[in-house]
């Protein structure tokens, strides 16, 4: 993704001085598919349920009462499985890392109206883990990075992200540079 688009996510909208983005990342695609599988197969449950009801019940289309009951509800149940869906697609597309050649930023949005941002020099970091776990994880490469900070928030999670072994060697070569870089030459 280039430095601008990139940059517009950032908390003040800008990059510090020299700084660049090194690592711009959101949940790993299949995460996203698995929970659009799950809500089809959620609104699958409807159409199920009103094929059984009419074989059960053979006078069941001719009441005009339970067939207003059965549109009713099951538009209610519509209109949930489209907000659940509208509500994973922001949290996907609004959850996300950054790592510039200065600073770690967590973006995540949590429900459709709370949105938190955490962000951490490199200068703090202490520890760069990557975990992957299950099947399809391993399969994919996709997993969580754990970042150990010295700072208020003690822990950053990059969840469910690509190719987490290269995220973390990323940030600790980056975190290993910026303090040869800054600490080391600025006394």
Request: glycine content about 4%.
């Amino acid at each position: 993704m280039a430095p601008r688009i990139a940059a517009r996510w950032l908390p003040n909208g800008q990059l510090i001085g020299d700084e660049e983005v090194v690592i711009f990342t959101r949940r790993h695609w299949f995460v996203l598919v698995t929970k659009y599988l799950f809500m089809f197969l959620l609104s699958l449950i409807p159409i199920i349920a009103y094929l059984l009801f009419k074989n059960v019940f053979t006078s069941f289309d001719d009441n005009d009462v339970w067939r207003a009951v059965v549109v009713l509800t099951a538009s209610a149940y519509y209109l949930f499985i489209w907000v659940t869906i509208f509500t994973i697609f922001v949290d996907y597309y609004l959850d996300i890392w950054i790592v510039t050649t200065h600073r770690i930023i967590d973006i995540e949005q949590k429900g459709l109206f709370n949105h938190q941002v955490a962000e951490q020099s490199l200068e703090m970091v202490q520890d760069v883990q990557s975990a992957v776990k299950g099947i399809f994880p391993t399969i994919l490469d996709y997993g969580t990075v754990f970042i150990q900070t010295a700072g208020a928030r003690s822990i950053f999670e990059f969840k469910q992200v690509g190719m987490p072994g290269v995220i973390a060697r990323t940030i600790t070569k980056l975190a290993d540079d910026y303090r040869t870089k800054h600490i080391h030459h600025n006394p």
